[in-house]
């Protein structure tokens, strides 16, 4: 899941900026001191000035922004900047709810804006406004100046930060233009519009064809069922999700999806895409020159870091994204990044890694904001965290929901026959790694980040033996103590 990296020690303080001082680093003093001495000199700044900046509208910005306000440190300071049309939102809405049929009460904005996605309150627009946080809303920053530590949009607006926060995400990766990549009828999924314009062809598709077996592809075919359409899944794997699922696990889930109509194709690679007179795409030929009939395409292959304008910040070329310590500064004072971009020591693990998840995005934008703003110099410290929710919508004859925390690593026991529970879990050098769970209760849920986070001893051949979950969880939970 992440590449195995030496410690960082990049060894800076936290860089203020204001015109009469230049740049200060973190005082020795109180908190209360520190941003008493730098509201002073807010006053003067000029109107390209701002104290704060956060790129990205995601949902890290939307995070990061809560927790500037719950510091008093938001009205008049911060400024976010994104590329997109809305506040941040819950962007995993966008692979789920979004895509429901109008019939089945799908999602939509201002429902999901960040943070209700853990039980938050609603950030709209006028959230924002009522905050005094500042929103450029589709002028994304095309260049830095790190030295004059000056931002520059896309429409000519020159930004002069104080701190910096990169919290830019992802795009998605996309298929080449020459094999049809940008093809009318072509979908990929990272925002709102994007969603928007699959969901304007799902209306119209008869065949609809998704090129990927992990999230993205999950998600989006369980939503083409919903709607009732022919849906086939294309992956190069051997089974669903392979970096994460066991085979075996693989093939109960590829078996509930074929039981709701998909036709799944695995270990297939794509040649090209096929077109009409019109342009307009018609099928997906494989590599042995086999062809799909499709209509809708959705290209859910992964994503890259969007590093953006930022390289100069500093790269990790292991696992990409933007390198950054515990507190998530960068090499550069003065400069952050959180969410998805960013490449953080994952100290339970002793490695570096980049999570593209929500959980991380939520978790890590609040603690760089709190060390920030604060006296807080504990590293950030994550557990890895995974799930996914599929045939959630009305009339779906079975929803589903799985979670997972820890480390994919070691010999796995699986349990359960998946009507409806099964857990897998990973154990190596006698000890619990991971923990996966299908269709758990609130009570069992909650207890695998303590599972994951303790790793206690496990007794493997007595965990084979369960007869059931229930006491597959109760002899591994009976291993805390």
Same mark, same amino acid.
């Given at each position: 899941?992440?590449?195995?990296?030496?410690?960082?020690?990049?060894?800076?303080?936290?860089?203020?900026?204001?015109?009469?001082?230049?740049?200060?680093?973190?005082?020795?003093?109180?908190?209360?001191?520190?941003?008493?001495?730098?509201?002073?000199?807010?006053? *003067?700044? =000029?109107?390209?000035?701002?104290?704060?900046?956060?790129?990205?509208?995601?949902?890290?910005?939307?995070?990061?922004?809560?927790?500037?306000?719950?510091?008093?440190? +938001?009205?008049?300071?911060?400024?976010?900047?994104?590329?997109?049309?809305?506040?941040?939102?819950? !962007?995993?809405? %966008?692979?789920?709810?979004?895509?429901?049929?109008?019939?089945?009460?799908?999602?939509?904005?201002?429902?999901?804006?960040?943070?209700?996605?853990?039980?938050?309150?609603?950030?709209?627009?006028?959230?924002?406004?009522?905050?005094?946080?500042?929103?450029?809303?589709?002028?994304?920053?095309?260049?830095?100046?790190?030295?004059?530590?000056?931002?520059?949009?896309?429409?000519?607006?020159?930004?002069?930060?104080?701190? &910096?926060?990169? *919290?830019?995400?992802?795009?998605?990766?996309?298929?080449?233009?020459?094999?049809?990549?940008?093809?009318?009828?072509?979908?990929? @999924?990272?925002?709102?519009?994007?969603?928007?314009?699959?969901?304007?062809?799902?209306?119209?598709?008869?065949?609809?064809?998704?090129?990927?077996?992990?999230?993205?592809?999950?998600?989006? +075919?369980?939503?083409?069922?919903?709607?009732?359409?022919?849906?086939?899944?294309?992956?190069?794997?051997?089974? &669903?999700?392979?970096?994460?699922?066991?085979?075996?696990?693989?093939?109960?889930?590829?078996?509930?999806?074929?039981?709701?109509?998909?036709?799944?194709?695995?270990?297939?690679?794509?040649?090209?895409?096929?077109?009409?007179?019109?342009?307009?795409?018609?099928?997906?030929?494989?590599?042995?020159?086999?062809?799909?009939?499709?209509?809708?395409?959705?290209?859910?292959?992964?994503?890259?870091?969007?590093?953006?304008?930022?390289?100069?910040?500093?790269?990790?070329?292991?696992?990409?994204?933007?390198?950054?310590?515990?507190?998530?500064?960068?090499?550069?004072?003065?400069?952050? =990044?959180?969410?998805?971009?960013?490449?953080?020591? %994952?100290?339970?693990?002793? !490695?570096?890694?980049?999570?593209?998840?929500?959980?991380?995005?939520?978790?890590?934008?609040?603690?760089?904001?709190?060390? &920030?703003?604060?006296?807080?110099?504990?590293?950030?410290?994550?557990?890895?965290?995974?799930?996914?929710?599929?045939?959630?919508?009305?009339?779906?004859?079975?929803?589903?929901?799985?979670?997972?925390?820890?480390?994919?690593?070691?010999?796995?026991?699986?349990?359960?026959?998946?009507?409806?529970?099964?857990?897998?879990?990973?154990?190596?050098?006698?000890? &619990?790694?991971?923990?996966?769970?299908?269709?758990?209760?609130?009570?069992?849920?909650?207890?695998?980040?303590?599972?994951?986070?303790?790793?206690?001893?496990?007794?493997?051949?007595?965990?084979?033996? =369960?007869?059931?979950?229930?006491? =597959? %969880?109760? @002899?591994?939970?009976?291993?805390?103590?």
């Amino acid at each position: 899941m992440a590449a195995v990296s030496n410690s960082l020690s990049l060894k800076h303080g936290l860089s203020l900026w204001c015109p009469q001082t230049g740049s200060l680093s973190r005082l020795n003093s109180s908190s209360s001191i520190k941003f008493r001495n730098f509201s002073r000199c807010y006053a *003067a700044f =000029a109107n390209e000035n701002r104290e704060y900046v956060i790129v990205g509208g995601g949902n890290a910005a939307g995070y990061a922004a809560r927790t500037f306000v719950e510091h008093g440190m +938001a009205d008049g300071r911060l400024c976010i900047v994104t590329k997109e049309a809305y506040a941040p939102y819950e !962007r995993p809405a %966008l692979t789920k709810g979004y895509l429901f049929p109008p019939d089945k009460n799908p999602a939509r904005l201002p429902g999901f804006h960040t943070c209700v996605g853990s039980g938050g309150e609603r950030q709209t627009p006028e959230w924002y406004k009522e905050k005094g946080i500042e929103m450029l809303y589709q002028d994304p920053v095309k260049s830095i100046d790190i030295e004059q530590q000056t931002l520059t949009t896309d429409s000519g607006k020159l930004l002069k930060y104080g701190s &910096l926060i990169i *919290a830019t995400g992802c795009t998605a990766s996309r298929f080449p233009e020459k094999i049809g990549g940008n093809l009318p009828g072509v979908h990929y @999924i990272r925002d709102v519009a994007d969603a928007d314009s699959l969901v304007s062809s799902l209306g119209k598709a008869r065949k609809v064809v998704v090129v990927g077996g992990g999230y993205i592809g999950m998600e989006v +075919a369980a939503a083409a069922v919903g709607w009732q359409l022919d849906t086939t899944i294309i992956y190069p794997e051997d089974h &669903l999700l392979q970096r994460l699922f066991t085979p075996s696990l693989g093939r109960r889930y590829e078996e509930l999806y074929q039981k709701n109509g998909v036709k799944i194709l695995k270990g297939a690679s794509i040649k090209n895409l096929e077109a009409d007179a019109n342009g307009h795409v018609t099928a997906v030929k494989l590599g042995d020159g086999s062809t799909i009939a499709a209509d809708t395409v959705i290209v859910g292959v992964g994503a890259k870091p969007a590093v953006g304008p930022f390289e100069r910040v500093g790269l990790n070329k292991d696992v990409g994204g933007i390198q950054v310590d515990g507190l998530f500064r960068t090499s550069t004072p003065g400069i952050f =990044a959180i969410g998805d971009v960013a490449a953080f020591p %994952l100290k339970i693990y002793d !490695r570096i890694a980049r999570v593209e998840h929500v959980d991380h995005a939520r978790r890590s934008a609040h603690h760089c904001v709190k060390a &920030l703003l604060s006296a807080q110099t504990h590293t950030y410290d994550y557990l890895p965290f995974f799930y996914s929710r599929v045939f959630e919508y009305e009339g779906s004859p079975r929803k589903v929901w799985w979670q997972f925390f820890g480390d994919n690593v070691g010999e796995t026991v699986e349990i359960g026959n998946f009507d409806p529970k099964i857990a897998t879990f990973w154990i190596e050098s006698g000890k &619990l790694k991971g923990v996966l769970l299908e269709s758990g209760s609130p009570e069992e849920f909650q207890l695998l980040p303590k599972l994951a986070r303790s790793q206690p001893a496990v007794d493997k051949a007595k965990l084979e033996k =369960a007869s059931s979950v229930e006491e =597959a %969880l109760a @002899i591994v939970g009976a291993s805390l103590g």
